[in-house]
Nanobody, 122 residues
C-alpha cells in the first residue's frame, strides 16, 4: 500500500524559511516523479515543484523559482522542499505527490499525502 506522509509545516514570518519533507512507503519509487502542490483557502490546488526519478529534471511554478528548492533521496525514499524568503501568499496546505511521469497537473499524480499546513505572517 502506497503511503506519503508530509512533515515540517508550521508558522513563520515573512522572509523566513521552512523545510518540508515527505516519506514514501509501499515500494521502491526510484523511477517515479515526486512533487509538491499547495492549496490556499478558497482556491484550487496549484502546482509548486516536481522532480524526476533520475533527479536530473525539476519543474517549478514561476512564483517560487529562486526561493524554493526540491530534492529527493532515493536511498531514504524521501522528497523535500526547502522554502526560503517565504511570503504571506505562500500560505497554504502543501501536499506531497507521486506519479509515473514528471508533470505539473494534479491529474498527473496517482498518489497524494494528507497535507501539511504552512502559514506565513506579514
Amino acid at each position: 500500500q502506497v503511503q506519503l506522509k508530509e512533515s515540517g509545516g508550521g508558522s513563520v514570518q515573512a522572509g523566513g524559511s521552512l523545510r518540508l519533507s515527505c516519506a514514501t512507503s509501499g515500494r521502491t519509487w526510484d523511477t517515479y516523479a515526486l512533487g509538491w502542490f499547495r492549496q490556499a483557502p478558497g482556491k484550487e490546488r496549484d502546482f509548486v515543484a516536481s522532480i524526476s526519478g533520475s533527479d536530473t529534471h525539476t519543474y517549478y511554478e514561476d512564483s517560487v523559482k529562486g526561493r524554493f528548492t526540491i530534492s529527493r533521496d532515493n536511498a531514504k525514499s524521501t522528497v523535500s522542499l526547502q522554502m526560503d524568503l517565504l511570503k504571506p501568499e505562500d500560505t497554504a496546505v502543501y501536499y506531497c505527490v507521486l506519479g509515473a511521469t514528471l508533470n505539473r497537473v494534479p491529474n498527473g499524480y496517482d498518489f497524494w499525502g494528507q497535507g501539511t499546513q504552512v502559514t506565513v505572517s506579514s
